[in-house]
């Protein structure tokens, strides 16, 4: 197909498993951050209970709280936050691909957006022919 604009569903699905591959790579990653911190029970308890505070507090709020030094930093508490974020956002974008990737029809043509070509992990050749 000379439009780049125009995949088959073959084509989709070999773009799919590629991009699928480097997501379940950078998910091994963070799940392997995930699990150190699960097994340092003391900063995930920690983490747990200073979750259950408000982040922001208006004036008359009360007093600031108090936290020991084996409490986890506010810094850590949002990089945790963080990861779980990305956890769940690439768990979801696997499922999305899975999902499309078992509905194509190897033949069908689509005509893609470059959101599209993006998102189901077309790479750039670079190339100008």
Not at 45 to 71: F, I, K, M, Q
């Amino acid at each position: 197909m000379n439009d780049p604009h125009f995949k088959t569903g073959g084509e989709i699905k070999a773009a799919i498993a590629s991009r699928m591959a480097q997501l379940r790579a950078r998910l091994a990653k963070r799940n392997g951050d995930l699990d150190a911190l699960m097994a340092d029970r003391p900063r995930l308890r920690s983490y747990l209970v200073r979750s259950t505070e408000s982040s922001w507090r208006g004036h008359g709020g009360g007093a600031a709280p108090l936290y020991s030094r084996e409490d986890i930093s506010s810094e850590e508490k949002e990089e945790i936050q963080q990861l779980c974020r990305r956890v769940f956002e690439i768990e979801q974008e696997l499922r999305r691909l899975e999902l499309i990737r078992s509905h194509l029809n190897d033949r069908q043509t689509f005509d893609l957006s470059y959101e599209d070509l993006l998102g189901y992990g077309f790479e750039s050749s670079m190339s100008t022919d």
